[in-house]
């Protein structure tokens, strides 16, 4: 018999990313999962029986839909058909949320393939707004935003990361799923101190937190000399476990953003033992314990 520790009461919640990889170890631990994310687009053309078993998995445990392809944040409308698929799939499983990232992944029909950060400009702004209100429209509720991370700096900025997730977050009146590995790793390739960057951010807006890990790369030989050793770089990649700094992250946002939160551990490859993801659920309860904790020794001593 397996010994499953018992998800926590409080209003914060900590789950995982459902991966077909994990799913014989998700349903031996679900008592201690509080939710679980899915991949939206891995769905959009499922046959009725695969739905069905979406929604027999959404009756056990709380579901929230997370997509990865509508390039939201790019300068070019949205394709109707991307968000109308996305609408489908919540009309069939009436998630708790969904959410997309503050990326663009196409331009000129071109796919890119993968989430690449824009210029961050008012127009962008402008642009990434408009995408959201209509996806919103289509959907029938607001998506959750995503901060994404980037190994290069986009050029022609005139925002700064912080200001142009801001900006966009608040024009459109919707939540943040703010991304800790992805925040840890743009602020260490690009100067910035982790925790100043975090408390940029419009805290107020999180309802949602994605966990992950990386690797350190080389940056490409054309950066710098032949003889001198290239500049390492934080890539996100999601097969590696949560590093301490993150969970330090975590635990500084529940301080600071007293609102509940939800939090998913996501892994995407080299799935290690499931009780080993069930230690980063457990540490994941932790550090939001250790910032509320120091929440309400801070409202105390005022």
Aim: proline content about 7%; glycine content about 6%.
């Amino acid at each position: 018999m397996v010994e499953m520790p018992v998800a926590t009461g409080h209003a914060d919640r900590v789950g995982i990313g459902w991966r077909g990889e994990l799913a014989a170890g998700i349903f031996a631990y679900i008592e201690c999962i509080d939710l679980l994310e899915v991949i939206a687009d891995d769905h959009f053309r499922a046959k009725p029986k695969e739905i069905r078993a979406l929604a027999t998995l959404a009756a056990q445990t709380p579901i929230v839909l997370h997509g990865v392809a509508m390039g939201l944040a790019g300068s070019e409308p949205t394709e109707t058909r991307r968000i109308e698929s996305m609408a489908r799939l919540v009309d069939a499983l009436r998630p708790e949320s969904w959410s997309e990232h503050l990326a663009f992944v196409r331009a000129g029909g071109v796919e890119i393939g993968h989430l690449a950060a824009p210029p961050r400009t008012v127009r962008n702004v402008d642009c990434a707004v408009a995408n959201i209100e209509r996806a919103a429209r289509i959907v029938g509720r607001a998506p959750l935003l995503e901060n994404i991370a980037t190994l290069l700096d986009p050029p022609a900025c005139t925002l700064d990361e912080a200001a142009w997730t801001s900006n966009i977050i608040d024009g459109a009146n919707a939540g943040m799923l703010l991304d800790l590995h992805n925040l840890y790793a743009n602020a260490l390739n690009f100067g910035r101190d982790p925790s100043e960057l975090l408390l940029a951010m419009p805290l107020q807006r999180v309802r949602a937190v994605h966990l992950s890990g990386g690797k350190w790369i080389p940056e490409p030989a054309l950066n710098h000399a032949p003889a001198t050793p290239p500049r390492m770089r934080l890539l996100d990649d999601h097969v590696h476990d949560v590093p301490p700094d993150v969970f330090e992250l975590l635990a500084l946002l529940a301080q600071h953003a007293p609102q509940s939160l939800d939090v998913i551990i996501e892994r995407d490859g080299e799935y290690p033992e499931f009780s080993q993801l069930t230690a980063q659920m457990e540490r994941a309860r932790d550090a939001l314990q250790r910032g509320r904790g120091a929440a309400s020794g801070l409202r105390e001593a005022a």
